[in-house]
Protein backbone atom coordinates (compact mmCIF):
# COMPACT_ATOMS: atom_id res chain seq x y z
CA UNK A 1 0.00 0.00 0.00
CA UNK A 2 1.22 3.58 -1.13
CA UNK A 3 2.24 5.80 1.96
CA UNK A 4 1.63 9.60 1.08
CA UNK A 5 3.66 11.53 3.56
CA UNK A 6 2.84 15.03 3.16
CA UNK A 7 3.74 18.82 5.76
CA UNK A 8 1.37 21.10 6.17
CA UNK A 9 3.74 23.87 7.66
CA UNK A 10 0.81 25.78 9.28
CA UNK A 11 -2.65 25.10 10.64
CA UNK A 12 -3.87 27.32 7.54
CA UNK A 13 -2.07 25.53 5.28
CA UNK A 14 -3.54 22.00 6.40
CA UNK A 15 -6.93 24.02 6.21
CA UNK A 16 -6.58 25.27 2.45
CA UNK A 17 -6.10 21.82 1.71
CA UNK A 18 -8.79 20.04 3.99
CA UNK A 19 -11.16 18.50 1.79
CA UNK A 20 -14.65 19.11 3.70
CA UNK A 21 -16.65 18.53 1.04
CA UNK A 22 -15.99 14.78 1.27
CA UNK A 23 -18.37 12.56 3.26
CA UNK A 24 -15.51 11.23 5.57
CA UNK A 25 -13.52 14.49 4.74
CA UNK A 26 -10.11 14.54 3.27
CA UNK A 27 -6.77 16.15 2.47
CA UNK A 28 -5.05 17.08 -0.97
CA UNK A 29 -1.78 16.13 -1.47
CA UNK A 30 1.06 17.49 -4.07
CA UNK A 31 1.94 14.88 -5.95
CA UNK A 32 2.63 13.64 -9.99
CA UNK A 33 1.91 10.75 -8.93
CA UNK A 34 -0.47 8.93 -10.64
CA UNK A 35 -2.68 6.65 -8.54
CA UNK A 36 -6.02 4.98 -9.83
CA UNK A 37 -9.04 6.28 -8.71
CA UNK A 38 -10.72 4.36 -5.26
CA UNK A 39 -6.99 2.88 -4.64
CA UNK A 40 -6.39 2.90 -0.87
CA UNK A 41 -3.50 4.32 0.49
CA UNK A 42 -1.93 5.55 4.10
CA UNK A 43 -1.55 9.44 4.44
CA UNK A 44 0.90 10.35 7.16
CA UNK A 45 0.17 14.48 7.96
CA UNK A 46 2.20 16.27 9.96
CA UNK A 47 1.18 19.88 10.72
CA UNK A 48 4.09 21.37 11.74
CA UNK A 49 7.90 20.56 10.85
CA UNK A 50 8.17 20.09 14.47
CA UNK A 51 4.91 17.69 14.98
CA UNK A 52 4.32 14.26 15.48
CA UNK A 53 2.52 12.49 11.93
CA UNK A 54 -0.87 10.88 12.17
CA UNK A 55 -1.87 8.17 10.13
CA UNK A 56 -4.72 7.80 8.49
CA UNK A 57 -5.93 5.62 5.62
CA UNK A 58 -8.26 6.48 2.83
CA UNK A 59 -8.90 6.44 -1.24
CA UNK A 60 -8.13 8.54 -4.17
CA UNK A 61 -11.15 10.27 -4.84
CA UNK A 62 -9.65 12.44 -7.67
CA UNK A 63 -6.63 13.34 -9.48
CA UNK A 64 -5.66 17.35 -10.39
CA UNK A 65 -2.80 18.18 -13.60
CA UNK A 66 -0.21 20.48 -12.95
CA UNK A 67 -1.09 24.02 -15.14
CA UNK A 68 2.18 25.91 -14.92
CA UNK A 69 0.15 28.99 -16.25
CA UNK A 70 -2.35 29.06 -13.19
CA UNK A 71 0.76 28.06 -11.14
CA UNK A 72 -1.93 25.20 -10.52
CA UNK A 73 -0.34 22.15 -8.13
CA UNK A 74 -0.60 18.71 -9.62
CA UNK A 75 -1.98 16.67 -6.59
CA UNK A 76 -4.66 14.20 -5.45
CA UNK A 77 -7.53 14.52 -3.15
CA UNK A 78 -7.91 12.17 -0.75
CA UNK A 79 -10.94 10.89 1.33
CA UNK A 80 -10.22 9.70 4.60
CA UNK A 81 -12.38 6.19 5.09
CA UNK A 82 -15.31 6.02 7.27
CA UNK A 83 -13.27 3.87 9.94
CA UNK A 84 -10.79 6.87 10.24
CA UNK A 85 -13.65 9.06 12.12
CA UNK A 86 -11.65 9.10 15.32
CA UNK A 87 -8.03 10.10 13.55
CA UNK A 88 -9.69 12.30 11.23
CA UNK A 89 -11.49 14.25 14.48
CA UNK A 90 -7.95 14.23 16.27
CA UNK A 91 -6.23 15.49 13.09
CA UNK A 92 -8.80 18.70 12.80
CA UNK A 93 -8.76 19.27 16.72
CA UNK A 94 -4.55 19.31 16.58
CA UNK A 95 -5.00 22.07 13.33
CA UNK A 96 -7.58 24.00 15.25
CA UNK A 97 -5.07 24.18 18.02
CA UNK A 98 -7.47 22.93 20.60
CA UNK A 99 -5.52 22.95 24.31
CA UNK A 100 -8.05 19.92 25.34
CA UNK A 101 -7.02 17.59 22.99
CA UNK A 102 -4.49 15.51 24.83
CA UNK A 103 -1.22 14.33 22.63
CA UNK A 104 -1.53 10.74 21.61
CA UNK A 105 0.99 8.42 23.56
CA UNK A 106 1.29 5.60 21.27
CA UNK A 107 1.18 5.62 16.98
CA UNK A 108 -1.14 3.52 15.32
CA UNK A 109 0.53 1.34 12.28
CA UNK A 110 -1.39 0.81 9.56
CA UNK A 111 -1.80 -2.89 9.16
CA UNK A 112 -3.57 -6.09 7.21
CA UNK A 113 -4.08 -8.82 8.91
CA UNK A 114 -6.66 -11.63 8.49
CA UNK A 115 -7.67 -12.63 11.84
CA UNK A 116 -10.67 -14.06 14.20
CA UNK A 117 -12.50 -12.73 17.36
CA UNK A 118 -15.11 -13.99 19.67
CA UNK A 119 -16.94 -12.68 22.66
CA UNK A 120 -16.21 -13.88 26.05
CA UNK A 121 -18.23 -16.74 26.79
CA UNK A 122 -19.02 -17.63 23.58
CA UNK A 123 -17.46 -20.46 21.63
CA UNK A 124 -18.03 -18.69 18.18
CA UNK A 125 -14.89 -17.00 16.24
CA UNK A 126 -16.11 -14.37 13.79
CA UNK A 127 -13.79 -13.12 10.82
CA UNK A 128 -12.20 -9.70 10.85
CA UNK A 129 -8.88 -7.88 9.50
CA UNK A 130 -6.79 -5.98 11.71
CA UNK A 131 -6.63 -2.86 9.92
CA UNK A 132 -4.47 -0.93 12.51
CA UNK A 133 -2.57 -1.26 15.72
CA UNK A 134 -0.61 0.67 18.37
CA UNK A 135 0.46 0.10 21.74
CA UNK A 136 -2.99 1.44 23.07
CA UNK A 137 -5.21 -0.10 20.98
CA UNK A 138 -6.31 -1.22 17.35
CA UNK A 139 -9.16 -1.54 14.63
CA UNK A 140 -10.76 -4.21 13.66
CA UNK A 141 -12.84 -4.47 9.98
CA UNK A 142 -15.54 -6.92 9.75
CA UNK A 143 -19.23 -7.65 8.60
CA UNK A 144 -20.10 -9.81 11.55
CA UNK A 145 -22.20 -8.40 14.48
CA UNK A 146 -20.50 -6.66 17.60
CA UNK A 147 -22.44 -6.57 20.70
CA UNK A 148 -21.04 -6.34 24.36
CA UNK A 149 -18.24 -4.45 25.22
CA UNK A 150 -15.43 -7.18 25.86
CA UNK A 151 -13.77 -9.12 23.12
CA UNK A 152 -11.32 -11.34 22.78
CA UNK A 153 -8.60 -10.90 19.55
CA UNK A 154 -7.47 -14.11 17.72
CA UNK A 155 -4.65 -12.68 15.61
CA UNK A 156 -0.98 -15.05 14.32
CA UNK A 157 1.71 -12.87 14.08
CA UNK A 158 4.17 -12.88 11.86
CA UNK A 159 6.70 -16.04 12.56
CA UNK A 160 3.85 -17.32 14.97
CA UNK A 161 2.40 -20.79 14.43
CA UNK A 162 -0.33 -20.35 16.36
CA UNK A 163 -3.49 -17.99 17.52
CA UNK A 164 -2.43 -15.34 19.63
CA UNK A 165 -5.34 -14.16 21.99
CA UNK A 166 -5.54 -10.70 23.95
CA UNK A 167 -8.39 -9.25 25.61
CA UNK A 168 -9.55 -5.87 24.82
CA UNK A 169 -12.47 -3.21 25.31
CA UNK A 170 -14.50 -2.15 22.70
CA UNK A 171 -13.93 1.38 22.43
CA UNK A 172 -16.29 2.65 19.90
CA UNK A 173 -18.09 0.47 16.48
CA UNK A 174 -17.88 2.09 12.75
CA UNK A 175 -20.71 1.57 10.53
CA UNK A 176 -20.89 1.44 6.22
CA UNK A 177 -18.72 -0.05 4.07
CA UNK A 178 -15.27 0.25 6.88
CA UNK A 179 -17.55 -1.83 9.22
CA UNK A 180 -15.61 -2.80 12.34
CA UNK A 181 -14.69 -1.64 15.81
CA UNK A 182 -11.76 -0.31 17.99
CA UNK A 183 -10.43 -1.61 20.78
CA UNK A 184 -8.03 -0.80 23.74
CA UNK A 185 -6.13 -3.26 25.09
CA UNK A 186 -7.21 -4.93 28.61
CA UNK A 187 -4.61 -6.98 29.93
CA UNK A 188 -6.20 -9.15 33.25
CA UNK A 189 -3.15 -10.40 34.34
CA UNK A 190 1.08 -10.52 33.82
CA UNK A 191 0.44 -12.88 31.24
CA UNK A 192 -2.14 -10.45 29.25
CA UNK A 193 0.44 -7.69 29.46
CA UNK A 194 3.20 -9.57 27.92
CA UNK A 195 1.20 -10.93 24.82
CA UNK A 196 -0.13 -7.53 24.31
CA UNK A 197 3.32 -6.20 23.94
CA UNK A 198 4.71 -9.21 22.33
CA UNK A 199 1.78 -8.54 19.56
CA UNK A 200 2.26 -5.14 19.59
CA UNK A 201 6.81 -5.59 18.86
CA UNK A 202 5.99 -8.37 16.10
CA UNK A 203 3.42 -6.02 14.07
CA UNK A 204 5.87 -3.01 14.62
CA UNK A 205 8.71 -4.85 12.84
CA UNK A 206 5.98 -6.24 9.65
CA UNK A 207 5.05 -2.11 9.64
CA UNK A 208 8.61 -1.35 9.10
CA UNK A 209 9.02 -4.33 6.17
CA UNK A 210 6.04 -3.12 4.44
CA UNK A 211 5.97 0.33 5.19
CA UNK A 212 9.94 0.82 5.62
CA UNK A 213 10.15 2.58 1.79
CA UNK A 214 7.39 4.68 1.29
CA UNK A 215 6.80 6.62 -1.76
CA UNK A 216 8.19 10.01 -1.92
CA UNK A 217 5.61 12.14 -2.29
CA UNK A 218 4.39 16.02 -1.44
CA UNK A 219 6.23 18.13 1.14
Same mark, same amino acid.
Given at each position: ?????????? /????????????????????????????E?????V?????????? &? %???? $?? %?R????????????G? *?? &?????????? &?????? =???T????????? @??D???????PG??????? !?? %????? =?? +?????N? @?? *???? !???? !??? #?G??? *?? #??? $??? $?????G? /? +?????S?? +??? +? =??T? %??? /?????????????? =????????
Open positions: MTILKTLCRT /EAEFFDRYLGDLAGGGLFIPTRMALPLGQVVVSRIGPRADPVL &L %RGSV $AW %RPGKHSTKTKAGLI *EF &LASEKLGRDY &LLALAR =GDAVPARRHQRL @PILPMHWHISGEDRPG !VL %RDIGR =GG +AFVKTA @PV *EGTE !VVLK !VTP #PAQI *EM #PVS $ARI $AWVAPD /E +AGFGVWR +ARD +A =GGR %RIK /ELVRRMERLADETF =GAPSPVGT
